[in-house]
């Protein structure tokens, strides 16, 4: 499978301005800058980004919407979720997670940033290929 062929959405450019926070590669294609910010992200095989936080004071959070390919969710201290076309993830605000391509399969989803108040990113550390290695 090729990543055009992912989403009715175009898979966009190399993440490259976000490359330090994801292992593997990954494009993104923001498709909304306006009212909400909404990102077409597509990851390849093996591709996840590191552990973060989407800090808020009030509302916040983001809001994944699988759209192709087969991945991975997970909160700090909570086993990982598998992810496929159709899936909802709503990620509340001031919460560590990651997400990111199965192994074998490209993967992605659109990114809707939940809008809040005092709103910042706070990219952590990788996901290890330890932990990593241990999802189906």
Same mark, same amino acid.
């Given at each position: 499978?090729?990543? #055009?062929?992912?989403?009715?959405?175009?898979?966009?450019?190399?993440?490259?301005?976000?490359?330090?926070?994801?292992?593997?590669? $990954?494009?993104?294609?923001?498709? $909304? =800058?306006?009212?909400? =910010?909404?990102?077409?992200?597509?990851?390849?095989?093996?591709?996840?980004?590191? /552990?973060?936080?989407?800090?808020?004071?009030?509302?916040?959070?983001?809001?994944?919407?699988? =759209?192709?390919?087969?991945?991975?969710?997970?909160?700090?201290?909570?086993?990982?979720?598998?992810?496929?076309?159709?899936?909802?993830?709503?990620?509340?605000?001031?919460? #560590?997670? /990651?997400? !990111?391509?199965?192994?074998? $399969? /490209?993967?992605?989803?659109?990114?809707?940033?939940?809008? !809040?108040?005092? =709103?910042?990113?706070? /990219?952590?550390?990788?996901?290890?290929?330890?932990?990593?290695?241990?999802? #189906?």
């Amino acid at each position: 499978m090729q990543a #055009k062929e992912l989403s009715v959405f175009p898979t966009g450019e190399k993440n490259d301005a976000f490359a330090e926070y994801f292992i593997g590669q $990954s494009y993104l294609n923001m498709l $909304s =800058t306006q009212q909400v =910010t909404i990102g077409n992200v597509t990851f390849e095989p093996g591709c996840r980004n590191n /552990w973060h936080v989407h800090h808020a004071s009030k509302g916040g959070g983001q809001i994944l919407l699988v =759209t192709a390919g087969r991945g991975y969710y997970q909160e700090w201290g909570q086993p990982a979720r598998e992810l496929h076309p159709g899936d909802v993830v709503h990620i509340p605000a001031n919460v #560590k997670h /990651w997400h !990111g391509a199965a192994p074998d $399969s /490209w993967f992605a989803h659109l990114a809707v940033e939940v809008p !809040g108040e005092e =709103t910042a990113n706070e /990219w952590l550390e990788p996901v290890s290929d330890d932990e990593y290695g241990k999802l #189906k």
